[in-house]
């Protein structure tokens, strides 16, 4: 298992973000909702920073943003916000459901999912990419491993332009066997789900934002991670 991140840092978990009327799996943010929840960040003087930045120069007050699926409405909705704080995330983009959309919510609302157009131009702009698997299955029931870890990479590599060094999770289905396989790929970091029965540099844990996320349960997930730091160290 990966040494410990001492201490963890606080990484918050999005999906899409837009404006909706149905949303029975609660992965969609209304896009003034996520406006003050970045204020709110800002406020306390926390600044959002992708995954790479976070672990590769840690320092106090930087906060990771991170985005699962590739959702389209990460260009339209997010990217606009996020420059308007001078923000920074990191998206983790389905690599064999490029241009389609998510059809493991199904019969949810069908959401549209970025292009390989789309994932260069958000690398472009100065985002992160990061490998979300090749397609959206729990990976401790997955054979194939290196099609999510090895050819996933390889697909957004070639997308986006950039060194794809990150992964993470579908549904945050992660054992030993999974970071094993992550780190035998050579991602330098994971991303998990709060709670993982592992952690550590390949299975980071993330606290979940929605759109009921106001300041008065910002405040508590906040308070929620700086207790659980505090017990670890």
Same mark, same amino acid.
């Given at each position: 298992?990966?040494?410990?991140?001492?201490?963890? %840092? /606080?990484?918050?978990?999005?999906?899409?973000?837009?404006?909706?009327?149905?949303?029975?799996?609660?992965?969609?943010?209304?896009?003034?909702?996520?406006?003050?929840?970045?204020?709110?960040?800002?406020?306390?003087?926390?600044?959002?920073?992708?995954?790479?930045?976070?672990?590769?120069?840690?320092?106090?007050? /930087?906060?990771? /943003?991170?985005?699962?699926?590739?959702?389209?409405?990460?260009?339209?909705?997010?990217? %606009?916000?996020?420059?308007?704080?001078?923000?920074?995330?990191?998206?983790?983009?389905?690599?064999?459901?490029?241009?389609?959309?998510?059809?493991?919510?199904?019969?949810?609302?069908?959401?549209?999912?970025?292009?390989? &157009?789309?994932?260069?131009?958000?690398?472009?702009?100065?985002? &992160?990419?990061?490998?979300?698997?090749?397609?959206?299955?729990?990976?401790?029931?997955?054979?194939?491993?290196?099609?999510?870890?090895?050819?996933?990479? &390889?697909?957004?590599?070639?997308?986006?332009?950039?060194?794809?060094?990150?992964?993470?999770?579908?549904?945050?289905?992660?054992?030993?066997?999974?970071?094993?396989?992550?780190?035998?790929?050579?991602?330098?970091?994971?991303?998990?789900?709060?709670?993982?029965?592992?952690?550590?540099?390949?299975?980071?844990?993330?606290?979940?934002?929605?759109?009921?996320?106001?300041?008065?349960?910002?405040?508590?997930?906040?308070?929620?991670?700086?207790?659980?730091?505090?017990?670890?160290?």
């Amino acid at each position: 298992m990966d040494a410990d991140l001492n201490p963890m %840092p /606080l990484v918050l978990m999005y999906h899409s973000v837009e404006p909706y009327t149905e949303d029975p799996y609660q992965v969609t943010v209304d896009p003034r909702r996520f406006e003050r929840q970045l204020r709110w960040l800002r406020r306390r003087g926390l600044r959002g920073v992708s995954m790479r930045t976070l672990l590769s120069a840690p320092g106090p007050g /930087l906060v990771g /943003l991170t985005f699962d699926d590739g959702y389209a409405d990460f260009l339209g909705e997010v990217m %606009p916000l996020l420059a308007a704080f001078d923000f920074t995330a990191t998206v983790y983009v389905v690599a064999g459901s490029l241009g389609g959309h998510n059809s493991w919510d199904e019969p949810g609302p069908r959401k549209a999912l970025m292009t390989a &157009e789309d994932v260069r131009t958000v690398a472009a702009a100065g985002m &992160e990419i990061g490998s979300h698997g090749f397609a959206h299955v729990r990976m401790t029931s997955a054979d194939d491993l290196a099609l999510h870890t090895v050819r996933s990479r &390889e697909i957004l590599e070639e997308s986006s332009g950039q060194d794809v060094t990150g992964f993470c999770y579908p549904y945050g289905a992660v054992g030993a066997r999974e970071v094993e396989a992550v780190r035998a790929a050579g991602y330098d970091y994971a991303c998990a789900v709060r709670p993982a029965p592992v952690a550590g540099r390949h299975a980071i844990p993330r606290t979940f934002i929605g759109d009921r996320d106001a300041s008065p349960r910002l405040y508590a997930k906040l308070a929620r991670h700086r207790l659980t730091v505090g017990r670890a160290a």
